[in-house]
């Protein structure tokens, strides 16, 4: 069943750094789906990691800024010490509140709120990481209606992030980093047969 | 209609009715926050929807008053982005300096760790007594706290490792008593500093001020009440003056921009140019 999606959302945190790159370095420069990612970071990071990946990277990779409008072929990238979030009429908000899952930014805050504006336009995306942090906010897009995909734990540098997630919610898809990119490119272009399995309440 | 969409009628429907009743306006709040907060607050109180909190919230003060404290604590550490604090030490005191005596606005000083950092900084600057600094917040129960100057001393080892970075010259531990778990600033940090209540949403200026410092505040702000503040922090500022915000806040594309040079590009520094 072709469906159209608004947006992807990843959230990483050890070993995330070559998972990034070997996820967006797969997808083309016109990925019609914007992408927002949470990779954890310490507090005084800089923005580093987004120029990185924007030079190795055919898509436009950066670090959110105030009142960023979410645009197609862009991946945007937490700023270290603010949780990432999505507004209504597709902008990007921050905040500083408390961490959230020992996180900040924190993967369950920006699924959740990007669960809240996209429902089941959204694709959410669970990669390696050594803590639990994502596995509410994918349940969260899953119940209203998302696609939740899960890096195989087999596949990852941390096994411990993409395990809960499995955990805590019915995933639609686990596989390895490297059919990752071709996923989403199906999926984005209504091309994937789409599993309605665990759907939840809508 | 989804469960989400009910959620936000409540939400609009209640925050309307607050600003009727109470006069707090928290309509121009970013909604994806303020949702988040809301829901916290909703999952501490007794009431199971919005809706249900809504006759009482309208009728009764207190639960109101627990609202407005749920919904505006903003936390904060002392200083908060080191390299942020050391530019001011480096790039904004000597300024400061050439005065006899400077004002200083620090809007949303929440519990007042960044009010704490910054009266350190310029008392070890040699500023001490040839400043004020208004130390102002909507939430009448941080204010409280921040006039206490009482943290908990499970975050000072966070603290001094960010004094340390921020360039400080002292030991850290020269600034508080450990009492249990609790670290009390010391009084002569306090001593120059005013805490007091202000709404940035419908309060006014504060006049002829050298600096004015509101960071990681208005990111919980619409842009309309974005630029309401903007506009009462210029009114506030001499010229010649700084305006500091929060690393992911700035004056591009912000009506009041082209009056401000920006003076540490990454660390949000602006000073305010005259004529």
Request: hydrophobic content about 45%; some cysteine.
């Amino acid at each position: 069943m072709a469906r159209l999606f608004k947006a992807v959302v990843v959230g990483v945190s050890t070993g995330g750094v070559l998972a990034l790159q070997k996820l967006l370095g797969q997808l083309p420069a016109d990925f019609h789906l914007p992408i927002l990612i949470v990779q954890h970071i310490g507090p005084d990071a800089g923005s580093g990691l987004a120029k990185l990946l924007d030079e190795r990277c055919a898509l436009r990779v950066k670090e959110a800024d105030e009142q960023d409008e979410i645009l197609p072929g862009t991946a945007y990238l937490a700023p270290p010490n603010y949780h990432l979030l999505v507004e209504r009429g597709g902008f990007l908000s921050f905040s500083a509140d408390p961490y959230v899952s020992f996180a900040r930014p924190s993967v369950d805050v920006l699924f959740e709120s990007a669960a809240e504006v996209f429902g089941p336009e959204l694709i959410g995306v669970v990669l390696t990481g050594a803590n639990f942090d994502g596995s509410r906010g994918l349940m969260t897009i899953k119940q209203k209606g998302g696609v939740a995909i899960v890096q195989d734990p087999e596949d990852a540098e941390a096994r411990q992030m993409p395990q809960a997630a499995m955990a805590a919610t019915d995933v639609d898809y686990v596989l390895a980093l490297d059919g990752m990119a071709a996923l989403l490119l199906k999926l984005a272009s209504g091309r994937a047969a789409i599993s309605h399995k665990g759907t939840g309440a809508r | 209609m989804q469960s989400g969409e009910v959620e936000d009628v409540e939400i609009r429907l209640l925050l309307e009715g607050v600003q009727r009743i109470y006069g707090y306006d928290f309509r121009d709040y970013a909604d994806a926050s303020i949702r988040r907060r809301l829901t916290h607050w909703l999952a501490e109180s007794e009431f199971a929807t919005f809706s249900q909190a809504q006759s009482r919230l309208l009728r009764d003060r207190g639960v109101f008053e627990s609202l407005v404290r749920g919904i505006t604590v903003n936390v904060t550490e002392m200083f908060r982005d080191p390299a942020f604090f050391r530019a001011v030490r480096e790039q904004v005191v000597p300024f400061l300096k050439t005065y006899p005596f400077v004002k200083i606005w620090h809007a949303g000083c929440a519990t007042g760790e960044e009010a704490y950092s910054m009266a350190i900084l310029l008392n070890e600057e040699g500023m001490a007594g040839r400043y004020r600094m208004y130390a102002t917040d909507i939430n009448e129960t941080v204010l409280q706290k921040a006039s206490e100057g009482v943290m908990p001393i499970m975050e000072m080892q966070r603290f001094t490792r960010n004094y340390q970075k921020a360039g400080g010259r002292a030991s850290f531990a020269d600034y508080y008593t450990a009492r249990y778990d609790r670290a009390i600033l010391s009084a002569t940090l306090k001593k120059d500093i005013v805490f007091a209540p202000h709404n940035l949403a419908v309060d006014g200026e504060f006049g002829e001020m050298n600096m004015v410092l509101c960071r990681n505040v208005m990111i919980y702000f619409k842009p309309a009440l974005k630029e309401r503040c903007l506009r009462l922090f210029d009114s506030s500022l001499l010229p010649g003056g700084f305006l500091c915000l929060g690393l992911k806040e700035t004056l591009e594309k912000k009506k009041i921009g082209e009056r401000y040079e920006e003076l540490a590009p990454p660390l949000r520094i602006y000073r305010k140019r005259y004529g």
